[in-house]
């Protein structure tokens, strides 16, 4: 969809475990935000692991198909304890991912007043993490021979392509450039893992050229972990492989008021195919259906879907909303899932 | 060396930077705890930066027979931006530790009473990670094609064998065993890297059965970053491949006091060859020569490696002295490099 169309035709997957409470907000808030004009139109998917149970599907060719058909897609959560390890992660998420060329997969970290961080002295942090989300490790290359006897070797390959690296890569210089700051850092390995680091180094370096106003560094993976607890406040955009970036926002959530509020967007940017969005945090079982869980992340990752289709204005009221009710929580007795929501809607409609 | 020789045959590299500085301190720490009748003979290598300009070589098979003579290694920090990122990690570092077979890299953190952590609310830290140490994306292979061009593509492959995570495990299951706490944790990413996550989790749970009284558990690696900085506390020892090791490790040590105070040891379990000990940080050129390094880290690697070489009551002193030095600095103006060693000399020796 773009701004001017006046229908948002949106795939709404709810999935696991508080996958559904969150999604549930999420949706609420967005019917609140958009203008009188726009008509919402949802379809509803059931992916997961009651459909795996029941079917042994995970994500099928039809599926991808119907999928297709929206501007973009809200997920809650998939995972279930109940699915061996790997199944779901590698047959829905990471297939989704990859079927529609989600390669840019952005984590905006930005630690609100009054929200609790695990650091001392609640430092600045306000910055975003441009992940690549079609290559490295994560492409399923690898496998193993001699399973499960002592001669047993087993292979994960990192696959990374000056295509692939390039598109990512500018993606978050053009993101730097657009930002007060104009800060981008490249965090890999490229003292180890040095037939990827060249690559991620050298394109790095071509397509700094295009932008000369954007201010370059360069730091390692493990290096980077120091920094996300000690000086937060030197990030403004990172970009990074696969891998390194989803440990590294995950840390990134962490100190930046939990994954109660972490959102993200998996983005083809050009549109071929419709973008995900979706909190970072996962089904948690242990809290599910009982109203617990916080769908702030949700209704963010809400605000970044707006965003994406070019409705900046409602994209900065949901921010703006959920900064203000974070900030009126601090003292005050917990309130439920769709207690939040409601509050939200209210904000975002006023 | 066993206990019972009467001569410690060290290897000392003091390396680049500060490395020269906080060797000698770690050096002279040595000789105050030592029983008068053990006699230490020391043999310095000049490796690093400035050898490597001189005559292009890195680590030579010559140095290797030369190294193999010793009861262990001291290591105070290799590398400098003089060199293209990679020559000396590759050509020393890892070379050194593939070629002695350094297969469990052992990192104790532990976060001592009056020391600074960026951690709100001083919580318990008191864990030891055992990282893998030749395998995994260290090995080197890999490759690239079409170097420089728009099709480059570059590979690095992860290899893990039954037999190298094995004993890795088998070495983290024994230490756990010997704690109080009896509580060990397997780290890895076995939901995205299938194939080598199902060798890791595989082999952990076989392992476990031979230490019945070790409780275990297993977080994924983006997990495990944020329980570092949010309930440090849950982890008594951590297992885990080399890249997630790396990566960890030093997160591990920014919330335990730092990478001033974290010691590591670059362990051959069956002693065919000596094992290696070195601070966690790297050279610091930018403080190298101003006597500014705080040596605690080199200092505390020599009580890991006085340990290993089975001096456990000297060990234990040592890790004493730089308990109550730190505890001692709160509050008062900074002392030099040689200071410190100085005064952790004097307590040793008393
Ligand atoms: C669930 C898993 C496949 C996923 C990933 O590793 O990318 C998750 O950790 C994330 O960060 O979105
Ligand atoms: C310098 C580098 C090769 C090394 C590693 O990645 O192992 C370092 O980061 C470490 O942790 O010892």
């Known amino acids: 969809m773009s701004a001017s169309s006046r229908i948002l035709n949106l795939a709404v997957i709810p999935g696991d475990g508080i ?59 998939i995972g279930d304890p109940s699915v061996p390890s790997g199944v779901l992660e590698r047959g829905f998420l990471l297939k989704l991912r990859f079927a529609f060329d989600h390669h840019v997969n952005l984590r905006p970290s930005k ?8 650091l001392a002295g609640q430092p600045e942090i306000d910055f975003v993490v441009v992940r690549e989300g079609t290559e490295g490790p994560y492409t399923g290359n690898g ?6 006897t002592p001669h047993e070797v087993a292979t994960e390959v990192s696959v990374n392509t000056a295509f692939g690296v390039e598109r990512v890569v500018r993606d978050a210089f053009a993101r730097a450039q657009a930002r007060p700051r104009k800060k981008l850092t490249l965090v890999h390995k490229n003292n180890v893992l040095t037939f990827a680091g060249h690559l991620w180094t050298d394109v790095f370096h071509k397509v700094a050229a295009e932008f000369p106003e954007v201010a370059t560094d360069y730091i390692h993976v493990d290096a980077a972990t120091i920094y996300l607890v000690t000086d937060p406040a030197r990030f403004d955009v990172i970009v990074t492989d696969n891998l390194f970036g989803d440990i590294i926002t995950d840390l990134a959530a962490a100190v930046s008021g939990g994954i109660g509020v972490a959102a993200s967007g998996n983005i083809n940017p050009s549109g071929e195919f419709p973008s995900m969005f979706e909190p970072v945090h996962g089904s948690a079982p242990d809290i599910a259906g009982q109203g617990k869980a916080d769908p702030s992340a949700t209704v963010l990752s809400v605000a970044l879907l707006l965003r994406h289709l070019g409705h ?39």
């Open 19 to 77: 996958g559904q409470e969150v999604v549930a907000e999420g949706l609420k808030v967005l019917s609140a935000v958009l203008p009188q004009d726009v008509k919402l139109e949802t379809e509803e998917f059931d992916f997961g692991a009651r459909r795996y149970h029941a079917t042994g599907e995970t994500l099928t060719d039809a599926d991808l198909d119907a999928l297709k058909r929206h501007d973009a897609i809200l997920l809650g959560a």
């Open 111 to 118: 630690l609100l007043p009054g929200v609790a961080t695990p």
């Open 143 to 148: 496998g193993t021979i001699r399973k499960g």
């Open 312 to 350: 900046e204005s409602e994209a900065a009221r949901i921010e703006e909303a959920v900064a203000a009710d974070l900030a009126e929580r601090v003292g005050k007795p917990a309130r439920s899932t769709s207690e939040i929501g409601d509050a939200l809607a209210v904000r975002v409609a006023g």
